[in-house]
Antibody
Framework: QVQLVESGGGLVKPGGSLRLSCAAS????????MSWIRQAPEKGLEWVSY????????DYADSVKGRFTISRDDAKKSLYLQMDSLRADDTAVYFC?????????WGQGTQVTVSS | EIVLTQSPGTLSLSPGERAILSCRAS???????LAWFQQKPGQAPRLLMY???SRATGIPDRFSGSGSGTDFTLTINGLEPEDFAVYYC?????????FGPGTKVDF
């Protein structure tokens, strides 16, 4: 079955960096669009970024453009999110998701907290 | 950016009753690229509906979706105890993909 397991979250100071990883299994990863979606504490959902198969198409929310970088390693069946210049409002649970439009499969999320 | 508005914010119902949740978009969502998710505390969202009216795999038929253009509805017929949760609508017609603020269905 489809499994998505995020890691790499934690506590970081404003201006710091963090790299999230997502290990995928149970589906043809290299043929799949992949996305990151986040949810701030007690708040709603916010789409962050997506990447196409082979990485030829990438898009970001304006709130993270220029600070976050999505990437993938098909050999390792892994998705990444490099987060730089982190701000307090980046504090959220970050979900790895299979797909970019109809997003049926989600990981359980990894918590990112940006605080001094 | 397409802004989604959901109403009501909270729906207080009892098991067995019908829930009607509304989602309104700031501009027309072509091809009904509108989905609904259910989320319970501490869990990832669960896809219920896509294409406005197609049920995702494994979703019981008490859930139904309708609508087009800017107005969409999720109906839950005969609420079960496990249906009490927060529901989000989501448009995926254009980036930035956006979500509504959610409707909480509780007792």
């Amino acid at each position: 079955q489809v499994q998505l397991v995020e890691s790499g979250g934690g506590l970081v100071k404003p201006g710091g960096s963090l790299r999230l990883s997502c290990a995928a299994s149970g589906f043809p990863f290299s043929d799949s669009y992949m996305s990151w979606i986040r949810q701030a504490p007690e708040k709603g959902l916010e789409w962050v970024s997506y990447i196409s198969p082979s990485g030829s198409t990438i898009d970001y929310a304006d709130s993270v453009k220029g600070r976050f970088t999505i990437s993938r390693d098909d050999a390792k069946k892994s998705l990444y999110l490099q987060m730089d210049s982190l701000r307090a409002d980046d504090t959220a649970v970050y979900f790895c998701v299979r797909g970019h439009t109809i997003v049926q499969f989600w990981g359980q999320g990894t918590q990112v907290t940006v605080s001094s | 950016e397409i802004v989604l508005t959901q109403s009501p914010g909270t729906l207080s119902l009892s098991p067995g009753e019908r829930a009607i949740l509304s989602c309104r978009a700031s501009q027309s969502i072509t091809s009904s690229y509108l989905a609904w998710f259910q989320q319970k505390p501490g869990q990832a969202p669960r896809l219920l509906m896509y294409g406005a009216s197609s049920r995702a795999t494994g979703i019981p038929d008490r859930f139904s979706g309708s609508g087009s253009g800017t107005d969409f509805t999720l109906t839950i017929n005969g609420l079960e105890p496990e249906d009490f949760a927060v529901y989000y609508c989501h448009q995926y017609v254009s980036t930035p993909f956006t979500f509504g603020p959610g409707t909480k269905v509780d007792f």
